[in-house]
């Protein structure tokens, strides 16, 4: 098994080296995280508007979001997967 963490002693620093591989996947997945929150909250707050104007209800909003929010991790996954 390959450890994907190198352990480097520089002088008196011990420094673990991570492949781009290891830390493009992480930061990938860290910008996910961030596109979803803030969509979660765009949505949360939009929905909540429709309701509040009676223009929909609290169902029909929660299947928008719930919709909305699929399309956005299919659209941002593939975009990533495509970056790589």
């Not at 620093?13 to 961030?34: F, N």
């Not at 707050?45 to 509040?52: F, K, P």
Request: charged share 15%; no cysteine.
């Amino acid at each position: 098994m390959i450890n994907p963490l190198r352990l480097l002693v520089r002088g008196s620093k011990a420094v673990i080296e991570t492949p781009r591989v290891v830390v493009r996947a992480v930061e990938s997945r860290i910008h996910m995280a961030i596109l979803m929150g803030v969509a979660r909250h765009l949505l949360t707050g939009v929905g909540g508007a429709l309701v509040a104007q009676g223009i929909t209800t609290q169902q029909q909003s929660d299947e928008a979001m719930g919709a909305v929010l699929t399309l956005i991790g299919i659209v941002a996954s593939i975009w990533a997967k495509r970056k790589a």
